[in-house]
Nanobody, 123 residues
């Protein structure tokens, strides 16, 4: 499974960005997709996840209401819509794929990772 994240950039506080993650390869083996982020000097943290079935979505509590994960099955693409961005949202954002059920919040549960896309929010 190969993952290609895109859509990052520089945005002012209060603005929006939509990240994309294109999935290729053994896509049928992917059970769910997640987004994580890592700010300088900090651990990589969970942002959002969803099953490819679209039935369930999961969010970090602190991001609920501002971030939305979605997917477009025909394009094998997962999106992260980020609204009302804050300077503390500045980080490299990674998409990841997991093949099995279990926790959607733990990065150790994800087998495949994209290269990351930088999001910078200016104040």
């Amino acid at each position: 499974v190969q993952l290609q994240a895109s859509g990052g950039g520089l945005v002012q506080a209060g603005g929006s960005l939509r990240l994309s993650c294109a999935v290729s390869g053994r896509t049928f083996s992917s059970h769910a997709m997640g987004w994580f982020r890592q700010a300088p000097g900090r651990e990589r943290e969970f942002v959002a996840a969803m099953r490819w079935s679209g039935v369930s979505t999961f969010y970090a509590d602190s991001l609920k209401g501002r971030f939305t994960i979605s997917r477009e099955i025909t394009k094998n693409t997962v999106y992260l819509q980020m609204n009302s961005l804050k300077p503390e949202d500045t980080a490299v954002y990674y998409c990841a794929s997991k093949s099995y059920s279990g926790s959607y919040y733990l990065r150790s549960q994800y087998e495949y990772w994209g290269q990351g896309t930088q999001v910078t929010v200016s104040s």
